[in-house]
């Protein structure tokens, strides 16, 4: 009797064990569950606030054009419509830190003075239809130089036209306005056949564009 009171001791000694091993482990994974939920939901939360000092903008006007030659005489195109987002910091009065850079302009939107059968070429060498927007995205920055309230930044970027990516190095200006808007002004020159567009023609042929342009703009972002 001793012994089978003794055996059944035993194996409820064991029965105990196991059930606080296993409580114990199920503990340690809802811990380790807990802690890895709480670790993604604060990355969550680092990585989607800009860093630090720098605040969100948006432009709130704009004027962009586009200037090239012909064999007939100097012509000249806007556009309408496009979206500036960017994250700036500013200190005394000055740009000193730039975040994310994203530009989109509606390739559709360009259009000249010369009348809708000039528009419609352009809109065919840049392919339109199938690419109709135009964007850049900054890389990074190589300098800033920082005097009478502007702010002169050289960047690297990736310029989309006609759904070719070429990188870009751009000179871009900003001033701080009394308003706490931002102004952003530069020009860029390119060719248009780095980016497979074909420089359009009109009278049969017999005008022909010069395969530079210059894109000047000049943009006003709010907070």
Do not use: C
Not at 5 to 16: A, C, E, L, M, P
Not at 26 to 36: E, G, I, V, Y
Not at 84 to 90: E, G, M, N, P, S
């Amino acid at each position: 009797m001793l012994i089978a009171d003794i055996s059944i001791f035993i194996s409820s000694n064991k029965n105990t064990m196991k059930n606080h091993h296993r409580t114990t482990r199920l503990t340690q994974l809802a811990r380790s569950f807990q802690m890895s939920i709480l670790f993604v939901f604060t990355a969550a939360i680092l990585f989607a606030q800009p860093a630090k000092g720098l605040l969100p903008y948006e432009n709130r006007a704009h004027q962009m054009v586009i200037e090239g030659t012909s064999n007939l005489h100097d012509w000249q195109t806007k556009v309408y419509r496009l979206n500036l987002k960017a994250q700036f910091a500013v200190e005394n009065s000055l740009v000193n830190t730039i975040g994310t850079v994203v530009l989109t302009a509606d390739a559709r939107s360009i259009k000249s003075d010369k009348g809708s059968i000039m528009d419609g070429k352009t809109h065919d060498a840049l392919k339109t239809e199938k690419h109709p927007t135009i964007t850049f995205r900054l890389k990074q920055i190589q300098s800033m130089e920082m005097a009478n309230k502007v702010t002169e930044i050289k960047t690297t970027g990736d310029l989309t036209i006609a759904g070719v990516t070429r990188p870009v190095n751009m000179t871009v200006y900003t001033k701080l306005l009394p308003n706490n808007e931002i102004e952003v002004w530069g020009s860029y020159k390119l060719k248009m056949s780095t980016f497979g567009i074909a420089a359009p023609t009109a009278m049969m042929g017999s005008i022909k564009t010069g395969d530079e342009v210059i894109v000047r703009f000049d943009i006003i972002m709010k907070p």
